[in-house]
């Protein structure tokens, strides 16, 4: 494949995602300057762009690359993880959305502070950082993985990684928040339009759905929705579901909305535009099963891309590297958020002007970026690390519900205790012999771990929380308001 072609289809690309962020920058200077104006795009995201912004964020290398490398071994059931993913944001458009909009606060761990202790809060901030710097990290990874495999003479791994450090950091660092939605908008069309032709490309290669389904190995399990197994599918939809309540970069979508209606309706648009995307990409690992056979699976989309015309290749390039970037950019900003609003304004700099709140802000973004960066260079065990990510947010997500939905039985240690038992249950599952493990993921164990902690502090501390710390009667933002800011 000559690289020509697909290097001018990334420039084009990254045009269009430089001028959106732009635009956003000028968004942004509206606000005011200050951290919501920066990190919460001052409370006024249209659903559509929150959506975009969510979709973006779910849909990253895991989302395709990884889901094309593991239906080269279990056919279209690998594309139940995005389902998953698409379930948890569908749930909380439905239920949560609008009471986490109502609460007025820019993380999780503010909330924890407000209603139990400052230790809570300080707990919160460690376990999401872990969560989400290690996500942040494997971006970087993914980003160089992507560009050094499709693009081998111009890209190393190395190479591709800062390349795409640059992009998503000079995004984060320029528009902020507002930056990170508009550009997952053009985000979302580039991986759509990459993948889908990919996929089509892909099933005309081989004779259309009935072929590809009579060329595959008997013993493939092909087009059985259930080939890789019911506990595994259902464990992802449990931890996707648990994770979209309580991830900062997930949550942070909804607290920058409009106002409580504009929440759960980008939520559940959101969830729409996710739930498509593994399945597509589970036919283009299908199809390299037949076009590539014998070859290791990671390699499944890659071979298929550099097997299809430079136009091709460079348009599927582009949508798996908007994958990446989308998901990089939301995360950075989620990690910086915690880091300047729950750690520095919170013990060391409390009163800034707006302008110094911003350069706060951005000042955190670099520094974070030059710490994922080198994380993302020590590669070994960060896939294993991922697991902590999405396990500890069992105790984010109880927490959180127990506060909004039944304040009576949280105590003022509830979040501390919850928190540090989870952890404590994570690390017993991660040390302990394989074959003690009773249990199929290691998701239904934090949770009754979660529980077990949450209801034994509630027996045993009667300093009941204040309901009304909880959930303000409305949001003070109203969509009027936004509208304004907006214009």
């Known amino acids: ?184 908008v053009v985000n979302v069309a580039v991986i759509y339009v990459g993948i889908s032709i990919g996929a089509l490309l892909c099933l005309s290669q081989v004779g259309g759905w009935s072929e590809l389904a009579a060329q595959l190995p008997a013993s493939h399990p092909g087009f059985d929705p259930l080939a890789i197994g019911v506990g595994l599918i259902a464990a992802w939809f449990i931890v996707m579901i648990t994770q979209v309540h309580s991830t900062q970069a997930v949550i942070q979508i909804g607290f920058a909305t409009r106002d409580e ?15 498509p995307v593994g399945f597509i990409s589970a036919i283009i690992g299908m199809a390299a099963v037949v076009l590539h ?44 958020t915690l880091v300047s609003n729950d750690i520095v304004k919170r013990f060391f700099v409390r009163d800034l002007s707006p302008a110094g709140d911003q350069r706060l802000c951005r000042v955190t973004v670099l520094l974070l970026s030059v710490v994922t960066f080198l994380l993302a260079l020590t590669v070994t065990g960060i896939l294993k690390m991922l697991l902590i990510g999405l396990t500890l947010s069992t105790a984010y997500t109880l927490i959180t519900l127990m506060t909004i939905y039944w304040p009576a039985m949280c105590r003022r240690s509830s979040a501390t205790w919850t928190l540090l038992a989870t952890m404590a249950a994570l690390a017993v599952w991660l040390i302990a012999p394989a074959d003690w493990r009773l249990l199929p993921h290691p998701i239904y164990f934090t949770w009754l771990a979660s529980l077990a902690a949450f209801f034994v502090v509630a027996i045993f501390d009667q300093r009941r929380i204040n309901a009304s710390d909880a959930v303000p009667e409305r949001s003070t933002v109203t969509s009027r308001e936004a509208r304004e800011y907006t214009r």
């Open 1 to 184: 494949m000559t690289n020509t072609v697909p290097i001018a289809v990334i420039a084009c690309y990254l045009v269009v995602l430089f001028a959106a962020t732009w635009w956003a920058r000028r968004l942004t200077a509206r606000g005011g300057g200050g951290i919501v104006a920066y990190l919460l795009a001052g409370r006024g995201l249209p659903a559509g762009v929150a959506a975009a912004l969510l979709a973006g964020l779910a849909v990253g290398g895991a989302s395709t690359i990884g889901v094309a490398e593991r239906a080269y071994t279990s056919g279209i059931s690998a594309g139940w993880y995005n389902a998953a993913w698409a379930a948890g944001a569908l749930v909380m458009g439905l239920g949560a959305a609008r009471r986490y909009r109502r609460l007025e606060i820019t993380t999780l761990p503010e909330l924890f502070e407000r209603c139990y202790s400052t230790t809570g809060r300080v707990i919160g901030v460690v376990g999401q950082l872990v969560i989400q710097v290690v996500i942040t990290s494997l971006q970087y990874v993914a980003g160089g993985a992507i560009l050094s495999a499709l693009m081998p003479d111009v890209f190393t791994l190395r190479s591709g990684m800062a390349v795409t450090a640059v992009v998503f950091v000079a995004i984060a660092l320029i528009g902020g928040f507002w930056a990170a939605g508009l550009t997952n």
């Open 261 to 275: 209606r504009t929440a759960s309706r980008a939520y559940l648009l959101g969830g729409l535009l996710i739930a």
């Open 293 to 336: 056979p014998g070859i290791v699976p990671a390699e499944a989309l890659p071979r298929v891309v550099l097997g299809l015309s430079p136009l091709a290749a460079g348009l599927i390039l582009a949508g798996l590297w908007a994958a990446d970037v989308s998901t990089a950019s939301a995360l950075l900003l989620g990690s910086a």
